[in-house]
């Protein structure tokens, strides 16, 4: 493994881990991708966190949403890497671990997000198909994609 990952939900977060876990989306979301939004939508309370440190920094975000809350299903959001861990392989294994704790929590469900569009390639090698036709969401093209239960790679 690359990242040191660290699984817990809201009320198990420290006030540094949780402080740690919205600058992280704030400097990617708001900053890196210029995008005015409220990022804490109310949604991280009743949610998991997977958290993946490398060296001692956090890096690397997903939550683990239960089904009803964003989706029928339940959903992976607010994936994140930092721009210093880009191009290492620390997105492919958060969203392998992602799934792989959802599934701990939930079986081998279908699986919801909501995706930026231009990531859709990254996505679809883990199974997720398009399942909507894209929408704006913060000025930002995305569209709704799926990974069917019990989905396993070729």
Partial sequence: MILDWHFKTFDELSTHELY???RLRTEVFVVEQRCCFLDMDNKDQLCHHLLG??????VAVSRIVPP???YEHPSI???????????IG????????????????Y???????????YLKRFYESFGFMQSSVPYLEDEINHIEMTR??????D
């Fill in 148 to 153: 069917r239960a019990g989905y396993k790679a």
């Fill in 77 to 87: 959001g607010r994936i994140v890497v930092s721009a210093s861990a880009r191009g």
């Fill in 68 to 70: 009803g809350i964003s």
């Fill in 20 to 22: 740690q876990m919205l």
């Fill in 107 to 117: 079986g081998k469900a279908e699986i919801r997000i909501g995706a930026q569009l």
């Fill in 90 to 105: 620390a997105g492919v294994e958060l969203l392998n671990v992602s799934i792989e704790k959802l599934e701990r929590l």
């Fill in 53 to 58: 440190y490398r060296n001692g920094v956090l």
